[in-house]
């Protein structure tokens, strides 16, 4: 099975500021198709996770543009440019390639 | 509006069954390939299966800790997803959301039911 590492596990930050958050597989996500199907996910206290970035870099609908994704192979980011209230709760990466795996988590809270 | 209400979950004792369901709307439900996701309390997320379209095969897979015990099964004309859920184990406890898989991963989600086995 596919490893999905997140790091790190918590990271508070400071609103306005920037964050970042690392994801490693445990081997590469490029698929047969040329496409690397890495996905992140944000899900607030009681709700269901939303889909933010799909395919490394594409954002969904709805999605602001503070938040970024990049990476290729076996290492990946998701960086928001400015951190707002509302982001705040964990963050998942997974990978779609080989099955579906999750990492661990990040939680984000506000400092 | 484009959305997915699963229902279904509550207490169950060990080795019991439930069956889990999902109702979709606003989407072209007989073309999509639909998953259950789940999350153990304070937990992360887990892939539970998969069914395919009825049109590219309508085949199902698992994770391995579920196989053999769950069954997913779909009703295009209900637009209607189904978890069948047979001798559960206490891990088995969590949140259970039904997804559609929209380029490579699931991009919406449900609310969620809760299912929770335990005597």
């Known amino acids: 099975d596919v490893v999905m590492t997140q790091s790190p596990l918590s990271l508070p930050v400071t609103l306005g500021q920037p964050a970042s958050i690392s994801c490693r597989s445990s081997?590469?996500?490029?698929?047969?198709?040329?496409?690397?199907?890495l996905s992140w996910f944000h899900q607030r206290p009681g709700q269901s996770p939303r889909r933010l970035i799909y395919?490394?870099?594409n954002r969904d609908s709805g999605v602001p543009d503070r938040f970024s994704g990049s990476g290729s192979g076996t290492d990946f980011t998701l960086k928001i440019s400015r951190v707002e209230a509302e982001d705040v709760g964990v963050y998942y990466c997974?990978?779609?390639?080989?099955?579906?795996?999750f990492g661990q988590g990040t939680k984000v809270e506000i400092k | 509006e484009v959305q997915l209400v699963e229902s279904g979950g509550g207490l169950v004792n060990p080795g019991g069954s439930l069956r889990l369901s999902c109702e979709a709307s606003g989407l072209s439900f007989s073309y999509a390939w639909m998953r259950w996701v789940r999350q153990a309390p304070g937990k992360g997320l887990e892939w539970v299966g998969r069914?395919?379209?009825?049109?590219?095969?309508?085949?199902?897979d698992y994770a391995a800790p579920v196989k053999g015990r769950f069954t997913i099964s779909r009703d295009d004309s209900k637009n209607t997803l189904w978890l069948q859920m047979n001798s559960l184990r206490t891990d088995d406890t969590a949140v259970y959301y039904c997804?559609?898989?929209?380029?490579?991963?699931?991009?919406?989600w449900g609310q969620g039911t809760m299912v929770t086995v335990s005597s």
């Open positions: 395919k490394i870099s």
């Open positions: 997974m990978q779609g390639t080989h099955w579906w795996t």
């Open positions: 997804t559609t898989d929209i380029d490579g991963s699931p991009g919406l």
């Open positions: 069914i395919k379209s009825i049109g590219d095969g309508g085949t199902t």
């Open positions: 081997q590469s996500l490029v698929y047969s198709d040329g496409n690397t199907y």
